[in-house]
């Protein structure tokens, strides 16, 4: 019988030349390139250069070495077949069992903040995906190999079977045609970005697997949790957890909620967030004051919450959270003594994450049922608005403080959204209502006597004048709304009834 061959080019060579060795070791004869052949000669293992079975050297600076019939042949042959063997016999190609190759580093690559076009180019692996789908498509007959985890499967198999199993050669193949698949998707977002294409025919993104959750939203809901390669690093997603029982699908979601809304802010802030809305908001001259702002905006609500900022916790900060049921915190880092203080809850989750990104905020992509919605991040911000006062009577500088406050807010809050502010905190939230009044109602009565002399932002335009009259009632002086609906006039005219000073940003924050 014809020596069994295996070929071998990796980039990654972690692990490669023990599972060359083991190869030698059950009977293979080794084929290899460039890199990976020296360095399994330098473990003095045998091996033959792919140019020795082709008869052809790399050309175009390795460019083209394993795109050659006397590979692909030996690769994509059915074993079993007689007139296979018989062109395989015709033209002196030798059959391929085992295939174990990774492909040219283009993620690390494009990483690289100083990366140039060209070598981006180069590290564009073409006879790499080339044999490994040859290989895959072949499974019957091929083992291919694309990850180092799975060198010991095989070797196992090998040596107490003869051969790979079936079912291992199926999955191996299906791995096989992910990874090129997700290598493809990569070089094409970044090829996408180079040609400024903003909305291209075929959108192909791929993740990678993070972790495996319990379960979803609920408890009968299967759930993943998958992070984009080349992320931002400004994201949940990439967060380092430091204390605490493992993160829940529930938990991700609230915890990217409450770190879109701190993001908002450049001076110290705290956000609690619960069920995806923010319950309390606050700002300060440090992290403590403005956590205590924000618990003082909704304490009944925080239980069980999410706290975000965007300050180190202190252990000052870190006595006060410990008094509270929560589920995750959320900061840049820790100071010693607040991580001991913490770390005493055995389930609470402590997470970091690095606030140090400027770059192009991502698209955000939203499922539906057997489609995909994509569009811009809302970062637009009032310094972004053309803003116009409406009313007779403009808002003071308290009033513009807490106008800012709430116009960064309700962008966060489900609409229908009505946010009632003082000058650094949040004090009524209403979301999610199916009209605004309602959404104005909740916060007006959260808010309570607080609400004399507060503001009040609005995501959308008022489509009668019904919210500003209750919350003049309510006794709010300022409000912040977009502005645009056919009956304006009759909102601008209650507020100028009642003397409040009302602002148009011409922009709405839907978020539903």
Known sequence: MTQKRALISVSDKNGITEFAKELVSLGYELISTGGTKKALQEQGIPVLGVSEVTGFPEILEGRVKTLNPLIHGGLLAKQDDASHQQQLDEHGI?????????????????????????????????????????????????????????????????????????ETRRKLAAKVFRHTAAYDSLIAEYMTQLAEEENPEQ???????????????????????????????????????????????????????????????????????????????????????????????????IFGGIIAFNREVDAETAGKLHEIFLEIIIAPSYSEEALAILTGKKNLRLLTI????????EQKMTTIEGGLLVQDQDRYTLEDATVTIATKRQPTTGEWEALKLGWKVVKHVKSNAIVVTAEDMTIGIGAGQMNRVGAAEIALKQAGSKAEGAALASDAFFPMDDTVEAAAKAGITAIIQPGGSIRDVDSIKKADEYGIAMVFTGVRHFKH
């Open 94 to 166: 030798q059959a391929i069992q085992l295939v174990c190759v990774n492909l040219y580093p283009f993620q690390q690559t494009i990483a690289k903040p100083d990366v140039t076009v060209a070598d981006a180019i180069e590290n564009i692996d073409i006879g790499g995906p080339t044999m490994l789908r040859a290989s895959a498509k072949n499974h019957q007959y091929v083992t291919v190999v694309v990850d180092p985890a799975d060198y010991q499967t095989v070797i196992d198999e090998l040596k107490a079977e003869g051969a790979t199993k079936f």
């Open 203 to 301: 959108l192909t993104v791929t993740y990678e697997l993070k972790q495996t959750l319990r379960y979803g939203e609920n408890p009968h809901q299967q759930a993943a949790f998958y992070k984009k390669p080349l992320g931002s690093t400004f994201s949940i997603a990439n967060a380092v957890q430091l204390h605490g029982k493992e993160l829940s699908y529930n938990n991700i979601n609230d915890a990217d909620a409450a770190l879109q809304i701190v993001k908002e802010f450049s001076e110290p802030a705290a956000v609690a967030v619960k069920h995806m809305n923010p319950c309390g908001v606050g700002t300060g001259n440090t992290g403590f004051e403005a956590f205590t702002k924000a618990f003082a905006a909704d304490p009944v609500s």
């Open 354 to 361: 690095p606030f140090n990104e400027a770059k192009k905020p």
